[in-house]
């Protein structure tokens, strides 16, 4: 065999595990077609926080107009994007020397299954004892007349003007984080749903809240209409058709209908692995049905979320598992998930509105943060916390969502008080900074 391990993709689902696995001496290599790091690194996260954070920023400094600060600053897309590309365009590099640094064998260009132990690359075979598919998600398109005329979140992030009228189709993370940014820059920004409902995973009240906000920015939202063609007129501006002659003018359009997986490229059939529409089928090992093939982050079908954190940490369950120290099944953390909207909304452990639908089980503290004096530090209005208790475990902390400028700071900081079951002693003998986020969490918490 060339190879004890090899990985196809190079992302959160490879890196985390493979870096430390190679330190004990396993032979292995990474196949990457495109940016080594994956989507995260390089047409995902990490370059849709840098266009977030100055509008976040711009936000504050709105809510403090009188309060000490004159004057709103004018955000500038080309400055931020050549912010965003000088951060963003060295991270493919990174993502390719920090395999090779530990010793790491690096295959450039696209991978197929030859049979269960190899893999082909530019023609030429590779074996492997093990074989991690990794291959994460790929922006979902509309199989629409006119869809060529669409773009996807990889186009969004390297957008060199914004156009002045964008319409976005899809109602999920990519749609929404991606319509405040756009808005925020001084575009007209439709949101055209197939549904009413938006960011379906959080919870309703607080979606609600946001999508409020953004209506009162200027985004039009545009629910139950499935676009079905879209043309370019003789000014270069697209039309949408829609049912019930519905037709709307644009200057550009966003598909952010979500993603799917890439296991369709790899001849799957050709090592008889299993997969369907959601990804590929593992057991609780991340073991797909042939034994020596694993499979771990965006590329699984699995219900926790398909996220950078949730691939990390499969990615690093793989290689402990592949270094003899962990037999058992993958037992996932709670986990935490935040949409980047403006404000946020965070969440971790139990949902709001699941905890919300069984009183019998739940119990739901809802905390306003309007008389806080440290969150009005801001001048914040309208932030809130929920904290939910399971009443059949002694009333623990089980569950948390938040709806604030700081959300992101709250759930991480509640995190390990839940998934740590931590006891009111435990959580006294940390001392926190004062004033901070966790200090004032830290009494407020009503911890068993
Ligand atoms: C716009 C956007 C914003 C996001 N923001 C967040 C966020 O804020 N927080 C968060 O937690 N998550 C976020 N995500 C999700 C996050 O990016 C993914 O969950 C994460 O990247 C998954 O990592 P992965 O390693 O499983 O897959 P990927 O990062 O997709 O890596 C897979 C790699 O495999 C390569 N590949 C595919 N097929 C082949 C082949 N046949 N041969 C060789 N190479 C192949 C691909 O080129 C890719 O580099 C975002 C995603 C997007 C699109
Ligand atoms: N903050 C974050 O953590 C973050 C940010 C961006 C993306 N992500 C990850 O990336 C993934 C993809 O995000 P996304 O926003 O592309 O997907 P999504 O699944 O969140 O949203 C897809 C949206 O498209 C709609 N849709 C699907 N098919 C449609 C159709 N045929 N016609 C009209 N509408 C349709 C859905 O109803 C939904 O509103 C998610 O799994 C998410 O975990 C995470």
Known sequence: MDFDV???????????????????????????????????????????????????????????????????????????????????VPQDEHGQSRLTNAGITTISGHAEFVDAHTVKVNGKNYTADKIVIATGMRPHRLDIPGKELFHDSTDFLSLPDMPKHMTIL??????????????AV????????????????????YVAEVQAELKDRGVRFIPDMEIKSAEKQADDSLKLVGPHEFTLETDYVLDATGRIPNHDQLNLEAAGVKANARGIIVNDNLQTNVANIYAAGDALDKTTPKLTPTAAFESRYLAAKFMGKNKGPIKYPVISEIVFT????????????????????????????????????????GAKLALIFDKQAGKR??????????????INAILPYIQMKMTREQLNDLVYLFPSIEYTLQRRLPLV
């Open 342 to 381: 403006s404000p946020r909304i965070a969440q971790v452990g139990v949902k709001l509105d699941e905890a919300l639908a069984d009183n019998e089980r739940y119990e739901v503290e809802q905390v306003s943060y309007d008389g806080d004096w440290f969150r009005q530090v801001e001048n914040e209005n």
């Open 6 to 88: 090899l990985y196809l993709g190079s992302g959160q689902a490879t890196w985390n595990g493979a870096v430390p696995l190679a330190k004990t001496g396993v032979k292995i290599a990474v196949v990457e077609e495109s940016q080594y790091g994956g989507v995260c690194s390089n047409k995902g996260c990490n370059a849709k926080i840098i266009l977030d954070k100055p509008i976040e920023l711009v936000e504050k400094i709105k809510a403090l107009q009188g309060r000490g600060i004159d004057g709103v600053p004018s955000l500038n897309w080309k400055d931020l994007m050549a912010h965003k590309h000088e951060l963003i």
């Open 170 to 183: 899809g109602g999920g993370f990519v749609a929404i984080e991606f319509a405040t940014i756009a808005n």
């Open 397 to 410: 902390l089980v569950g948390a969502a938040e709806l604030s400028h700081e959300a992101d700071n709250t």
């Open 186 to 205: 001084g575009a007209q920004v439709d949101v055209i749903t197939r549904s009413n409902r938006l960011l379906r995973q959080f919870p309703a009240q």
